[in-house]
């Protein structure tokens, strides 16, 4: 279905709503963002007086109608900061010693909003995440073609790279460089910490790297275009870039490659990008642009499975040659060339640990290059670019960078995070809180996660039956469970289930009840209690419920980790309490729901 001419030109249809819902980071829970108005009720001697507070504001302003007196005010900032540090906390566990790729685009590059983009990047890298940054350049290359004099060339997603134009993308590149080194060389400001003692560390700037990590091959001429010195990737440097990053440095990866000749080449960022993050085995990359991805009614999509993004872009593939290119990249399922090695299951594992189906494996032999999708290393569509005149016209919104972060999730990288650079704090935003702010494709959901159908009966007996029988589940009569199975959802891998659990809405109380569940023993440890347990708050958000609770004798400790307290008999719903066996003496658990955001339709 085509975007009608009268939507905003990056609006995208969203075709599939009902799809799985995972956490943003994985793990953790959000956290309040900005600074708001409080109404309070303080009460005196003289009676009860209302007030309001004004605290400061993301923007730096400060409203200064603040009607108590400066030492409360101070305690509840002071009470905000600390619970911001432990909501924070685990988004903290979750990144530290964690790989993200961050590609900047070129607007971005030369606004102002890359100063803060950066200073995030340096907060962040103090907290033990490892950065490759890739700036953009065609805007750069483009302007200083203009100021000469000279056109730009472009035929398709690429550049013809003349003498001239490998002469500017020179300049470009180098000047980028070293705004970025001076920039993030500073380190944090000093003026603050001096009362905690002095310390050398303190005076050391963030290390930024550079260097031959890129090896290229000419593009050449084809179908009888000659593209001059425009670059192909062939081999990301890995071990040195990652002894680099090991070091404490951050990496900065230049889209000017080097061949086996001495060459310099223009490549394309975005097909640098994929190929390092594929490489790499990075656990994310981040594309900060200049706007936001929406759906046809202009609200944010901020979450897209594989499969959805995958869909999106093939139903536009016909308004633009980028989108395409990908499905032409992706559909070889005839002749697939397999990246590895398979295990008994046919799953592919890849760098970073994550399990692939091999039909959505790497598609970047690192030391070769992009493989076409039909076996050949050599053919004449190479890589994923972006760029052309497409892309700097923009008819197609950022459908580009959609089917970039669809062709990256299926080579490995476990989620592309789509961000709009022009949002103060745009990175913090995203990285520490539940929903986040821009756009995230995932591709760690090959295991469908659906509601449970009659044909899962034997399959979820078999399942629970061990937890029953040891007295860790209630035990349910066939009968039983049939009547319940409407409310079981399962995961399910290679046609098999895998995992199941169950939701019980108790709709006048706005409650449900977590319960039976259970994982297979040899798919244990992998993380499918947590997906389970995802899938159920957000099935419970969209029926309108505000609260979690369980019964439980041996699993308590699993539930308070992931936010359940314990509670009285007398927390839960009057109906399910007739029902409960007390011999069994189970503890009772709840956890309060917190409003859904991500802005995706259950």
């Given at each position: ?216 091959k000419r593009r050449g001429v084809v179908e009888g275009i000659d593209y001059g010195a425009t670059g192909e990737v062939k081999k990301i440097d ?365």
């Open positions: 279905m085509a975007t009608s001419p009268s939507l905003p030109f990056n609006c995208f249809p969203l075709q599939n709503r009902n799809i799985v819902w995972r956490p943003r980071n994985v793990v953790g829970e959000s956290f309040s963002g900005g600074f708001h108005s409080i109404k309070l009720l303080l009460s005196n001697n003289k009676g009860i007086a209302r007030c309001n507070i004004w605290e400061e504001t993301e923007s730096g302003g400060s409203a200064n109608s603040i009607s108590i007196d400066d030492t409360t005010n101070s305690s509840m900032k002071e009470d905000r900061f600390v619970r911001f540090f432990r909501e924070a906390w685990p988004y903290f566990r979750a990144h530290q010693g964690s790989t993200f790729l961050v590609l900047i685009s070129a607007e971005i590059l030369d606004s102002a909003y890359l100063d803060p983009i950066l200073m995030d990047i340096s907060l962040l890298h103090g907290l033990g995440i490892k950065f490759v940054l890739a700036p953009g350049t065609h805007v750069q290359i483009d302007k200083l073609l203009a100021e000469r004099g000279k056109e730009p060339k472009y035929v398709g997603r690429y550049r013809i790279t003349d003498s001239d134009s490998l002469q500017a993308a020179m300049d470009a590149a180098g000047r980028i460089r070293i705004m970025i080194e001076a920039k993030l060389s500073p380190g944090p400001s000093l003026c603050n910490i001096r009362r905690h003692g002095d310390n050398s560390r303190w005076h050391d700037g963030v290390s930024v790297v550079s260097g031959n990590f890129l090896a290229a890995v071990s040195r870039i990652r002894e680099r990053l090991d070091q404490d440095s951050i990496v900065i990866l230049s889209n000017l490659g080097y061949s086996s000749s001495g060459e310099v080449l223009n490549c394309n960022t975005y097909e640098v990008a994929t190929a390092c993050a594929l490489a790499l085995g990075a656990e994310k990359l981040i594309c900060i642009i200049d706007g936001p991805i929406l759906d046809e009614s202009g609200r944010l999509i901020r979450f897209l499975t594989l499969q959805d993004a995958d869909m999106l872009v093939r139903k536009r593939a016909k308004q633009s040659e980028i989108a395409a290119n990908y499905v032409k990249a992706v559909d070889q399922e005839d002749h697939p060339n397999w990246f590895g090695h398979s295990d008994s299951n046919g799953m592919v594992p890849s760098q970073n640990g994550n399990y692939l189906r091999e039909r959505y494996n790497a598609t970047f032999q690192n030391g070769v290059g992009f493989d076409s999708g039909n076996g050949l290393w050599a053919s004449e569509e190479q890589g994923f670019a972006i760029g052309g005149l497409e892309r700097l016209g923009r008819l197609n919104g950022y459908l580009s960078e959609l089917a970039a972060a669809a062709f990256v999730c299926r080579g490995g990288v476990q989620r592309v995070h789509l961000l709009d650079g022009t949002i103060a704090g745009v990175l913090l935003k995203e990285l520490f809180q539940r929903d986040g702010v821009g756009t995230m494709v995932a591709s760690d959901v090959y295991e469908g996660t659906r509601m449970a159908k009659v044909t899962d009966f034997d399959a979820i007996r078999q399942i629970i039956k061990p937890l029953e029988e040891s007295g860790t589940l209630v035990k349910r009569t066939d009968e039983e469970l049939l009547e319940a199975l409407d409310s079981f959802i399962v995961v399910e891998r290679e046609g098999h289930v895998i995992a199941c659990a169950a939701l019980f809405p108790f709709y006048k109380d706005k409650c449900g009840e977590v319960a039976a569940i259970a994982v297979s023993p040899d798919c244990r440890g992998q993380g499918q209690g947590d997906k389970l347990l995802d899938y159920i708050e957000k099935k419970a958000s969209s029926l309108e419920l505000e609260m979690l609770f369980l019964l439980t004798t041996r699993t308590a400790d699993w539930f308070v980790r992931r936010g359940f307290s314990e509670c009285s008999i007398d927390s839960l719903p009057a109906e399910r309490r007739k029902k409960i066996n007390l011999s069994r003496k189970s503890k009772y658990y709840t956890k309060k729901l917190l409003p859904d955001m991500s802005g995706i339709l259950f």
